[in-house]
């Protein structure tokens, strides 16, 4: 059972900054991808970012070359760094851990908000 913690949403204003946090317990093993998703009203459920356990990242083209995604294995956090927040990024971010090979799981967050105003 892999349980997930988000933290450091909030309101910033567009062109600042947020370091959304998440954090990892339970039984986590080598082959999890780890991965934000983020969440408009009204809109479906999209991928951000994500990174392996080797530290391969890779990210939705909306949000390249402004947020970084990355996991610190000793302290089993997950972190997504976003930078040049605009009001488009508003949304309910989830932190997601999914393995697809034996032992399975596609685990989820509770989310956090983040609300860019203009």
């Known amino acids: 059972q892999v349980q997930l913690v988000e933290s450091g949403g909030g309101l910033v204003q567009a062109g600042g900054s947020l370091r959304l946090s998440c954090a990892v317990s339970?039984?986590?093993?080598?082959?999890?991808?780890m991965g934000w998703y983020r969440q408009a009203p009204g809109k479906q459920r999209e991928l951000v970012a994500t990174v392996t356990t080797g530290g391969t990242t890779d990210y939705a083209d909306s949000v390249k070359g402004r947020f970084a995604i990355s996991r610190d294995n000793a302290d089993d956090t997950v972190y997504l760094q976003m930078n040049s927040l605009k009001p488009e990024d508003t949304a309910v971010y989830y932190c997601?851990?999914?393995?697809?090979?034996?032992?399975?799981?596609?685990?989820w967050g509770q989310g956090t908000q983040v609300t860019v105003s203009s």
């Open positions: 997601n851990a999914l393995r697809l090979i034996v032992p399975r799981y596609n685990s």
């Open positions: 339970g039984s986590i093993f080598s082959g999890t991808v």
